[in-house]
């Protein structure tokens, strides 16, 4: 089976999020992601990770104003210097982790701007940001995320605009974050995809469609897809990033670790 990690910003929510690492250890998961740790001291996220022999597989670039509505400012042009010292802020968190895989949030793109604009923008944030964290030995991802339903206007919202992004930038260490519950939206024909893609691919996330819930609850044939992601020589991590419809632990019976 995949190597399965547990998202912490979306299970075990039925606890404060210092306490969700012991339950996701608890539980049989050994690597960990979440969206942003900059809350919290990076020494002491080390000790939660350390503490309960937890991985940290991938966290996300500082996104602007995450409350506000911002989901990245990749794409903005006023906001490059912002940009810039977010990836720094996050090398350092991520140095600090253990963390090799960063995730960069395109952004939703102002009415203001124009296309052409906020993909040149794009491309020269995220190709300055490769080369920050190929010095770092850090993967860059890029995640295509549904514009359809959760984020109307988000500018990479298809596998096919991150792989254009990935061959214009043209650097080893970017690659395509495909989360299966985005892909299912915008794309379906998800295990032919991941086949076509899988060179590109640097992480995957799973929730089943609709409702974002745990597997079994929607249209996706989970049991087939993960076998098809082992069978097709993914060795990357692959993380439960789903809301439980109840209990986190009574969602898990997908996943094999379970304790
Ligand atoms: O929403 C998702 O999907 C994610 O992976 C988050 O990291 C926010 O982009
Ligand atoms: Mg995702």
Redo the contacts with the bound molecule.
Sequence with gaps: MPRFAA?L?MLFTEVDFPERFAMARAAGFEGVEY?FPYAYPKERLGQMLSDNQLTQVLF?LP?GNWDAGE??IACLPDRVEEFQAGVDQAIDYAKALGCRQL?C?AGLKPANVSDDIAWQTLVSNVAWAAGRLADEGITLCL?A?NSRV??PGFVLDTSGKVLALIEEIDADNVRL?Y?L??MQIMEGDLVRSMECLLPWIGHI?FADNPGRHEPGTGEINFSNVFAAIDAMGYDGWVSA?YRPTGATGDSLGWFPGKA
């Design positions: 998202n910003s969206l996300n996104p989901r990245g995730n949030l995640e995320i959760d984020m974050q989360d519950y985005h996330q990033e």
